[in-house]
Structures are given as C-alpha cells and as structure tokens.
C-alpha cells in the first residue's frame, strides 16, 4: 500500500516513505542547528539582498544581530502600497525571522565604541553601506581585521567595493532594480523583440517581478560566508567578501556572453520562447496560460499530432528550424490557435492521455500558471509545510514562506520567531553579549546611541 | 584623490596581492560527486567548483542531456554551449550507475567522497541501491543533497519539472510582466541557478556542521519551493489581504521611485527612496515642490501618488540621454544605471579588473573569456580552470589518483562496458575535430 500524499508518483515509494521520516516537518524542533554558536552582525541598511543573507544564517541557526539606527532601517517602510503592519513593512516581515533587532547610533563615538565591542565577540560582519562608509567611520575591514583577523566582513554593494565603475558610481545608493538592470539577465527578459503582434511601448528590458537582483545578491553572500567559515576553519584566517549582486545575476545569465565570445554576436530578447530548446514555452488557453515542453524531436512531433497539426511537423522538423528566432513567433501563435480552445485542465488531461498511448511519438510536458492563491491551496505544499502561520504577539497572525533548509535531515533550518520591533531586543543582547548593567544601558538611551 | 577612491584602491590592492592562480581555494580538499544532467544539479556543483572543491561528474552512455541543447543548435569545435555554462573545473567520468558492478565502484568513490549531488527522479538512486540510507554505511560523514521539482516526498514528489515549470508552479511568471499584458519567463533558466545556489548553501551549511560533530546528513530540496521563498513579500501580502500580487512591469510597488524609464537613446533605471535620495531626485530633476509631501517615503507608496510621481520623473528623463541621467544620479546621489547587456558585460574594463568575467586558455578548447561566480574574495578568490570536456575525459585520471586502479584494471571495465568514453559518431560527445589525442588529459594519461 502507499501513499498518495508521501508517495505522489516516485518510482521507489519505499523511498519516499524513508525519505519522509528523515524529514518530518513535526521533528525540526527537536534536532539541532547546524551553525549554533556562529554570531553574525548584520548592519545593512534599506536593503534586502543583506537581509536576505542574514535569513539564511539565521535559519540555520546561528545569532544574528541585526543592527538598525535608532529610528529603524528604512527597509521596513519597503512595502506594497505602503502597507504597513505597525512598524513595519510586508517584505521585511518576511526577513526579520529568528534575528535580534537592536538599535545603535554609529554616528556617535559611544555608538562605534559599542560596534567595535559588538565585533570583537562576532564572526561574520554583513554591510551593504556605500564603500568607504564604516571605513571613514573608522570601522572598515582594515581595522576591524586588527582586532578580530578572525572576522568575516562581507559587503554587498552594487557596484562593489572596488573598480573603475566604484569609483565612478559610489556615491550611489543600492537598489534591485538597479542591481537587475545592470545583472545582464534583464536585458534578455520582457516581450519577444521580433515578434510583430507585439506592441512597440512593450519591447524593452523586463525586471523580474520580485527582488530578484537583492535575493540573488543575498543568496550569493551567504554562500560566500559559508565557503569563507569552512576555510577560516582549516587555517583561523577570516577574509574580506566582495559582493556585487549584478554580478550575482550575470553569472546566471545562461550562454548569452559565451555565444558572444564565440560568435561576437548578440542573441534578441526572446520572451517567452528560448533559443536553445523550443517549444519551452508558455501559451495563453481559455482560463488563463500552460507551459509546454516539447523540444526534441520525438516530443515535437507529439505536439503536433495533438494539435493534428502534421504541416507544423513537417516545416518545422528539426531544433534548426525551431530555434530559428525569425520562426519562433510563428510557431508560438500555431501553438496559441490550439491552446486558446481549451482550458488548462483539458490540456493537461489531453497531454496525460497522449503520453500514456503505446504509439506516442514522444513525451510531451505540460504544467500550470499558478497564482500565488492558488498556490497557497496546494497539499502538496500543505504536506511539506512550505509555509507557516506564525501568531506573533506584536504584528498578530502572520503568513510567511517556510526556510527551505527545513529538510535536512540532521540539522534542519526553521522559523523560530517573526520580526522584532525597532530595538527590541537591546536588553537581551547588550545585557548577554556586552555584559552592560541596567543603569548603563538607560545612560546610552539617553543619550541617544541606542 | 576623493575618499571613496582611496578606499576602493585600498580594497584592489588587498585583492592584487592574493589571487594569483595556484593560491589558495576555499574549497580545497572537498570532493563531490555528480550525478547529475541539465543545469540544476550541476550548477550547485559548479559553484563550488570554482572555489576550488574537486567535482568528479559522472555521466551515461548518451551523456548529461545538455550535450544536446545549445543555442541555435549551434556546436562549436563539437561543443554544446549550453553544456558549458554550467561545467567548470571539473573531472569527467563515463559510468552509468545502475550498472550493477559501476555501482560497487561508486561506493569506493563514496568512501572518499564528502558530498554526493544527484538531481534524477527521486527515487532513482534508491532503485540503483545508492540512496542516503546505503551511502551512509560506507561513509557516515557524507553528506547527500538530492535536488527536484517537488523533493522526495509528498503529493507531487515524482512529478516532472523543468526550469519553466518550477518558475510556473513557484508563482514567479504570475507576478513577472507588464501590467495587462500575460505573464512572461525569465529571459534565462532562473529557477535552475537560484536554486542550484541554494543547494550549495545547504551543502555547506551541512559541512560547516560536520566540522564540529563529524555527522552527515541527506538532505532534500524542492526546486518549486525555492521559487516560493525567493518571492519577497507576495506571501505576507496574500495572506493579510487575501489578494494576488499583481504585476507592475519594471515598477517596484514597495520602493517609490523604482522604475525603468524611457531616455533619448535609450533605457535607464532609477531609484530613490530614503528623503536624501529623493530630494537629490528632486533637485536633479528642478522640482524641489514635490518634496514638501513626498519628503517621507511611505507618502509615495499609494497607488496613485506613485503613478503620479513616475510620470514626472518619465517626463524628464525623455528628453535625456542615458549618460545625463546617470551623471546626475552621481552628483545627487540617487541610484540610475543603463541596462547592461551581455556584449557590454563582456567588454566591461569593471567586470575584468574585478575577476567577474575572467579570461582563460583551456587546454582543449582555447581562448575562454566566462563570467565567475561571487563573492570576490581576497584570500581565496573564485577561479575558472579549465571548461567541460568531452565525455569520459578523465577516466584514467580519475581512477588511478582517487582509486588507485591500476592501467590494466581500467582497460578491464573498459572492456567490459562498466566505464567508456565518447562515441565517434555523437559529435557532441567528442573533442574538437583538430585534438591531438593528448592535450588536457591529465597525469599523462592517455589511452592506450
């Protein structure tokens, strides 16, 4: 007997059935965390690809302080619409989880004095100010090294902390869209550039919907800390990182740069088709669009016996011919005639019956458009607790994706607690960490440095 | 010399003194074994790659699928370009796994191995007797991540998923596009690298711990999911409003300004959100009246305050030229910048200067000019060694140095088919028509 809901359709349920008890969403809180112990300082201001960083250490398990000035990061004020759940923003409730919010003033010498404490006791420093900014502060990786050789200072800019474009362009603030636009990836996102049924105002770079220049950044920097920790482990060296989300991005840019090596020539904005495999690609049916996969030839021709379209076969009959970008739209609207008829469920379910007949000329692979409510309806994401509602005494009920670390089976990451107002935790850790009596903590109150 | 430069000189000559090649890497001493094809698996092992762990690829008979897709079906010296992007500084063996004696072997090489990837059907492994519960009895410290659409359980586990579909089913077209417009992919195979980085977080997570207690672990990633989590706050807000997130175009609906506008010759972005920013904006633009009540961010936010402000600043960045905008950005100190694209990425004196794009000469292929991967790092920067190679390149190599098989026992599998190199008549397996039977092939190895 198996399953359904452990099983799906894997080859091996047996395995799948191992693989759940090594994973069970029930048994994080009972198992340790990988990075307990590891304390991380994260100073970024108004920008999320170093608060995204912080998340993934944070969920790991190690302390991060995130340090904000006294009137709060301004990328809590970061929200749709301006939205805002008391002091806070939509999006950085999302990455406040399981991190001590404290508040210092660094513009004050008794505020750096603080900083400088702060580090001595961390192992990871995360910044995302304008380079040279905590150096003129006196707290740059130069000196802070001289203290703590140990530390791992990771600053995330968009232009880096050091080349011609730094020195040009450092007196500009960070932000996605600049860290998208300058990420290559952008300039081959958006409306097909040579399909004619596309109105002109539409052709021209696309972001991604979200933050993607910010997470990829973010993602980037907590891969280049934990490469840093393993080292620093092997030889007690800690190291400067250098991250640039743009060039996060352009790293992911698929063969765009690789085929302009070779062929010294630049390849359209391709919309939703894709020059290396195709049809790969989405199209519009009755309630809304379906992904289809069918770029080999066998799968090729399975489409177009669906569609009982052998003339598409036949002019079209090998990638040559369908990576051509000239036949690309062409082949995209053939395709549309036939999927605008039905709705997505019938094409699936069309799709499914084909790929199961004995005389199918190929596998062809369909799959959905989900919104993000329909996703949220989802078992398959119910089962595998992909998000969670946290009851938050501050900011009430609250729904927020789940860490993915979450199914390591020894040390998986986990949500441990929402976001903290602005300072909230300055007793704990100045009190913890710093080892500060009451009565000092209310003087630094006072005087404005917390 | 202003402030700013002499830091960032600073910072270069921190950089200049550390990475010559042969230095040191991170990541030295840390062998994967990959079992993967397409771009997801091998795009974790990749990045560790270039940061200096040993990657031994394992392959089948056809070879890792992306051998046959390429640009325009476009080969070059009988390389697929699609192959490439995602095979670094690795070594390439031919052995399919669910051979039974190849099996025996692969636990050999688990026995020395630290991380085993795999990104086949879930379950897959299992069949062949190579799941985490068999590798562990040969090598408890190991750690194995297995990557798919939906992971090894649930309701979808098992389920087929490609980069478009992990995009789709994640929710990223849904909120990507053109307000009233359809929904629009990534112009690249996002939902493969994001998630491929992701993974190599979780190895190492795993490997940071195993630095303190000496245990591996299994770990199991779900490609979808992770779209799910990189989507900031569309969750936050469909849960507090009961509302899909909508798609904006370029415009950013939580930071205002934040849009791609239209220039004289061109496109260019800006963005400008702390009241400095914007009264920088402002004065850049000759309309110091708009800050009186926008001067606080949450004030531009509103649906209608925000249409209101992109439209002015559209007005006047139409009249300019790209440069212009970006100038002012620097005397104001707002953020603009064009929109880089790959030939202006590959030329950029910035990307080269900083080891981003890197230049190499590969011993099979030659002159290589490739983006690495970030952070840079001053002890132990990312490095591109050598490109992909054909399939079962590094056989001899492999066995001999990790095995210490003997020159006879290799030509023995040969023989009897359990390890085998490319086929002459699949081009895209081969080496370039001119090889010279020798250049690349490691410890003098060749065949024969």
Request: proline share 6%; hydrophobic share 35%; net charge negative.
């Amino acid at each position: 007997m198996t399953d359904r809901r452990i099983a799906g359709v894997t080859v091996d349920p047996e395995y799948a059935r191992w693989a759940f008890e090594q994973t069970r969403p029930q048994d994080v809180r009972k198992k340790p965390e990988a990075l307990d112990g590891l304390v991380v300082l994260d100073m970024s201001y108004g920008n999320f690809a170093g608060l995204f960083a912080s998340s993934w250490l944070a969920e790991a398990g190690a302390k991060v302080i995130r340090i904000e000035p006294p009137q709060g990061d301004i990328a809590r004020k970061m929200s749709p619409y301006g939205i805002m759940v008391k002091d806070t923003g939509l999006a950085y409730l999302a990455e406040g989880r399981n991190k001590f919010h404290i508040t210092l003033n660094i513009k004050s010498e008794k505020g750096r004095d603080l900083l400088r404490r702060l580090v001595e006791k961390a192992d990871v420093l995360i910044e995302t100010f304008r380079p040279g900014y905590l150096q003129e502060l006196g707290m740059g990786y130069g000196q802070l090294s001289e203290t703590n050789p140990r530390l791992i200072y990771c600053a995330i800019y968009t232009y880096g902390q050091y080349g011609v474009e730094a020195e040009l362009h450092g007196s500009q603030p960070g932000y996605d869209i600049i860290d998208q636009a300058r990420g290559v990836i952008m300039s081959v996102t958006g409306e097909p550039e040579l399909d004619p049924e596309v109105p002109s105002e539409y052709k021209k770079p696309l972001k991604h919907g979200n933050w993607m220049g910010w997470y990829a950044g973010g993602a980037w920097a907590a891969f280049g800390i934990n490469v840093a920790l393993l080292f620093r482990n092997r030889t007690g060296r800690g190291q400067f990182l250098d991250c640039s989300p743009p060039e996060g991005l352009m790293c992911m840019s698929n063969y765009i740069m690789q085929y302009y090596h070779i062929k010294k020539e630049m390849m359209p904005r391709a919309g939703n088709y894709d020059y290396a495999v195709f049809p790969y690609t989405y199209e519009r049916c009755k309630d809304g669009y379906v992904f289809i996969g069918a770029y080999a030839d066998p799968s090729w021709q399975g489409l177009c016996e669906i569609m009982d379209r052998p003339d598409l076969a036949e002019t079209f009959p090998t990638p040559k011919e369908r990576l051509t970008p000239a036949n690309q739209p062409t082949i995209q609207h053939e395709i549309e005639k036939f999927t605008v008829r039905f709705t997505s469920d019938e094409l699936l379910n069309m799709v499914d019956e084909y790929n199961a007949r004995p005389d199918r000329k190929g596998v062809v692979v369909m799959g959905r458009l989900e919104s993000p409510r329909e996703i949220l309806q989802r078992e398959h994401w119910k089962e595998r607790d992909t998000f969670i509602r946290v009851q938050d005494p501050y900011y009430g009920e609250t729904l927020i994706q789940n860490s993915t670390l979450k199914s390591m089976s020894r040390t998986p990451g986990r949500v441990k607690w929402l976001c903290h107002p602005v300072g909230a935790d300055n007793e704990t850790v100045y009190r913890e960490i710093l080892g500060l009596r009451t009565t000092e903590l209310r003087k630094l109150e006072r005087d404005k440095v917390v | 010399m202003n402030g700013v430069n002499s830091y960032t000189h600073w910072v270069k000559s921190m950089f200049d003194n550390k990475s010559h090649p042969g230095e040191l890497e991170a990541l030295e001493g840390v062998r994967v074994l990959e079992v993967c094809a397409l771009v997801l698996g091998p795009s974790a092992c990749d990045y560790m790659a270039e940061f200096g762990a040993e990657v031994i690829k394992f392959e089948g008979q056809k070879g890792d699928n992306m051998r046959f897709v390429t640009p325009y079906d476009y080969f070059w010296k009988n390389m697929s370009i699609g192959l490439q992007i995602q095979n670094h500084n690795k070594y390439w063996v031919g052995m399919h796994l669910g051979n039974p004696e190849a099996k025996e072997i692969f636990l050999e090489f688990v026995r020395k191995a630290d991380v085993v990837v795999d990104n086949l059907r879930p379950g897959r492994m299992a069949q062949w007797g190579l799941s985490y519960r068999e590798l562990k009895e040969v090598n408890p410290g190991l750690v194995q991540l297995h990557v798919s659409g939906y992971g090894s359980w649930g309701p979808w586990s098992g389920r087929t998923s490609y980069d478009a579909i992990a995009q789709s089913m994640g929710g990223l077209p849904a909120i990507t596009g053109f307000e009233k417009r359809g929904p629009i992919k990534s112009g690249v195979w996002i939902a493969d690298w994001i998630t491929g980085l992701a993974c190599a977080i979780a190895i190492l997570t795993a490997l940071n711990y195993r630095e303190k207690t000496g245990e591996g672990q299994f770990i199991d990633y779900q490609q979808a999911e992770n779209v799910i989590r990189w989507l900031d706050w569309t969750w936050v807000y469909a849960g507090l409003t009961g509302k899909d997130r909508p798609k904006a175009g370029n415009r950013d609906l939580a930071i205002c300004p934040s849009d791609l506008f239209d220039c004289k010759d061109g496109w260019v972005a800006i963005a400008a959100f702390t009241e400095e920013e914007f009264a920088g904006l402002c004065r850049a633009m000759g309309r110091e009246d708009l800050l009186e009540k926008y001067r606080d961010p949450l004030m531009r936010l509103p649906d209608e305050e925000a249409r209101y402000l992109l439209n002015i600043i559209c007005q006047w960045t139409k009249s300019r030229r790209v440069e212009d905008v970006e100038r002012a950005a620097d005397e104001y100190g707002f953020a603009a910048s064009r929109v880089i694209d790959a030939e202006a990425a590959y030329h950029s004196t910035h990307y080269r200067q900083r080891g981003a794009v890197q230049e190499y000469d590969d011993d099979v292929y030659g002159h290589m000019v490739e983006h690495a991967y970030p952070p840079r790092m001053n002890l132990t920067p990312s490095r591109i060694k050598w490109a992909c190679r054909p399939l079962g390149f590094d056989n001899e190599y492999v066995f001999k140095k990790v095995l210490g098989y003997s020159t006879e026992a290799i030509r023995e599998l040969e023989k009897k088919g359990v390890i085998f190199r490319w086929n002459p008549s699949i081009p895209c397996q081969n080496p370039p028509p001119d090889w010279d039977g020798k250049k690349g092939l490691r410890n003098g190895g060749g065949q024969g």
